[in-house]
């Protein structure tokens, strides 16, 4: 009698935590939507502006940490391993919305990625699963991680994708001394973005937020597959990309982290490839 009891409670429970990430993915799903009509005009009792615009995208935001607070939202039953990468989770809420996560065991802990793309909105969250606390959340300009490794008692290395098709990399050191996590200026050398109207010309700056691999991948491309690659040896704590002069020739851009910094600078991938078959170094 007991142990149908318990059946019975442990049967409830489970019910009880779908139903909630149903609920919370339902509210999420209604809110990016309006938003998206929103922007699109079709919603004639909001009209377009930086107001309404915020408000909308704060609700979308809320509305989808609500779903990765709950504690039970990795596991999901819609979350299914995504083609090509089985270490990501995904699925489709409708033909406008995609929602994915990705587990990072880091130190003992495990850090996992929730994130979301639309035509209008994307984002990520990144919450530590022992204790179900968001940790760090993006800025909408990105919506998958390539890596999340740690470098000392206090930093974490975040990689990012980005750009056309996902195809440019960005790392950023995140400071974990309080909490939510934030972007610390940890990168010295040359960066994009420094001269107006000629975003690739690359000037000094001692000490910058970003580190920015930008790479154009165009259908029928014949860079090597590591050539957008950020890495990150968190035995020697090095930082590393490769600049490919053809297919097998690169030269390694690296550093050391070293008072709380990177010295490496900002990279066009395409800037001197040519073509030619096996990465060897120069």
């Not at 993915?25 to 909001?46: A, E, P, R, T, V």
């Not at 035509?119 to 390539?146: A, C, F, P």
């Not at 930008?214 to 990309?241: E, H, K, Q, V, W």
């Amino acid at each position: 009698m007991m142990k149908r009891f318990f059946t019975a409670c442990i049967a409830v429970s489970i019910a009880s935590a779908s139903y909630a990430q149903v609920k919370e993915i339902d509210d999420f799903q209604k809110k990016l939507n309006l938003y998206i009509d929103f922007n699109l005009g079709k919603i004639d009792s909001l009209p377009i502006n930086s107001s309404n615009q915020n408000k909308l995208r704060s609700a979308v935001d809320e509305a989808f940490r609500r779903f990765v607070l709950d504690k039970n939202s990795y596991q999901y039953e819609k979350l299914a391993p995504a083609k090509g990468d089985e270490k990501t989770k995904y699925f489709r809420l409708d033909g406008r919305i995609s929602v994915y996560a990705k587990a990072f065991p880091v130190n003992g802990k495990t850090y996992i990625v929730y994130s979301y793309t639309s035509r209008d909105k994307m984002n990520y969250v990144i919450k530590e699963n022992e204790s179900n606390t968001v940790v760090y959340e993006g800025n909408s300009k990105s919506y998958l991680i390539d890596a999340l490794y740690l470098i000392d008692e206090s930093h974490f290395l975040l990689i990012e994708k980005n750009g056309d098709r996902n195809s440019s990399r960005s790392a950023f050191v995140l400071s974990t001394k309080k909490l939510p996590w934030s972007k610390v200026k940890a990168f010295e050398g040359n960066a994009f973005g420094q001269v107006p109207g000629q975003y690739f010309v690359r000037k000094y700056v001692k000490k910058r937020v970003e580190l920015q691999l930008s790479c154009d991948t165009p259908f029928g491309s014949d860079l090597p597959a590591d050539a957008n690659t950020i890495s990150f040896d968190p035995a020697t704590r090095t930082i590393s990309y490769k600049q490919y002069s053809d297919q097998r020739k690169f030269k390694l851009a690296a550093a050391k982290w070293n008072n709380n910094l990177f010295v490496i600078d900002d990279y066009y991938v395409n800037e001197n490839f040519g073509s030619s078959a096996t990465a060897l170094p120069e």
